[in-house]
């Protein structure tokens, strides 16, 4: 079961919020032994990628999302800690 706090719950809800048009992405990830999930908004770097190559990244980040990768090793990194 998916538990959420009200605080992060606000975090995900604040983001989705403040970001459009474009899309905004994060991850969720789960606290030890199933404890309470954590919300990490992350940058949307779909504009910058599309602006540097707009063939290999047609989309732009109002119907298109890419985690700034540096971001989510991170979080990855720490969640799996």
């Known amino acids: 079961m998916l538990k959420i706090s009200r605080t992060q719950l ?3 809800y604040f ?3 403040d970001e459009p048009p474009d899309e905004c992405c994060g991850l969720l990830t789960v606290g030890p032994g199933g404890g309470a999930s954590t919300a990490h908004p992350c940058v949307n ?3 910058r990628l599309h602006a540097e190559d707009p063939q290999q990244y047609p989309r732009q980040a109002r119907i298109a999302y890419f985690i ?3 971001q989510l090793l ?3 990194t ?3 800690r």
């Open 74 to 76: 991170t979080i990855i």
């Open 10 to 12: 606000e975090k995900i």
């Open 78 to 80: 720490e969640a799996e």
């Open 45 to 47: 770097i779909q504009n």
């Open 15 to 17: 983001q989705a919020r």
């Open 68 to 70: 700034e990768p540096k």
